[in-house]
């Protein structure tokens, strides 16, 4: 069990919270959603996320699931609305509904917005009326492929079934699923189409992802990347896309396709910076905070967490990082053979 290898020196139950202004950056954006990631584990291998062989971290060095209660807590009291779960896989996370449970309350508390998870759907058959009954009422399920053999080949895992029937039961329990597709160069071009259409038939946007150069994989990221410009000149040939105003609060464009009815989203970090708006931070399931997706720079909330004065700490250090997250990220796969422009994996600071 986490709990009992990483002790806690507070009752968090007891703590007075100071009353503490509303997050703002040197950029004067207002911080307002966190992306929570609840573990570093995965049932799947996606290879331009993690690697076969993939060294999870020890579990003493994983913040317990009272101390991320505590944090989001802390985000919480400085204005943030919006709280996205992702790992890793979140639901692989034990007992990941009692914390589920918790942050819930506070939407239905209206100190929350919305409360939502980013999964690979593997786990969300058993998950979805729970996640519906906690409060949850979007879900972004991750997957880049219909055909088994291509699933097998992009994850490593033979699970596709597992993840339609997680996609069945989650509709089927009132959650709105959003698709994120991650778009890769000979792996799934060619499916884009067809799963654009199957996405829309059953009343779903899906949402078009560009691979980011984030962590050492065993294949070069070049080989993998498609810029979504070509994508989008490909689909306007087939379909009429009408441009939305269309906003959820994160980094995604999105259309109207004419011909399906549905929605489709773009988010593409190389061909075109979304960095103006940023409302986000990131924190790991380490308690370390990222300001920027595409940066290295970080700060450990988790000494914070498990020091003395938890609560003073940590506002003071998130202080600290809203006066040092950058302008922009830069991330950028120009030529065959480069470095990732971030050493650390996505499944650290989940998507
Ligand atoms: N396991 C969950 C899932 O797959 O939905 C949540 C964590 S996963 C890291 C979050 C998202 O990041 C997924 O949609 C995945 O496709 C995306 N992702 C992972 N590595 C990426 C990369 N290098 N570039 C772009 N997206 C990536
Ligand atoms: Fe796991 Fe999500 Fe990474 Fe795939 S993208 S390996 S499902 S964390």
Redesign the pocket.
Known sequence: MYNSVAPLRVDFKTVSRMSAPSLKDAFGREISYLRL?VTDR?D?R?A??MAEDMKFLPKRDVLSLEELEFLAAAFIDRGVKKIRL?????LVRRDIMSLINRLGARFEANELEELTI????TQLERFAGDLFAAGVRRV???L?TLDDENFFRLTRRRQLGAVIRGIDAAQRAGLKVKI???ALKDTNQSEIPAMIEWAHGRDMTLTL???????E?EQD?FDQYLPLSAVSDDLKSRWTLEPLEMKTGGPARYWRIIETGGVLGMIT?LTNNFCAGCNRVRVTCTGEIYMCLGHGDKLDLRAALRGPNPTQTLNELLDVAMRRKPERHEFEISKPGAEPAVAR???V???
Do not use: F, K, Q
Not at 86 to 90: L, R, V
Not at 118 to 121: D, I
């Open positions: 990631s995965c799947l996606c331009y996320c992702t790992g890793g896989e979140p980013t999964t690979n759907a972004n399920v991750s880049d994120n597709t991650v992802i560009e691979v980011m150069p984030l962590g994989i990221r970090p994996h996505m499944s600071t989940g998507g």
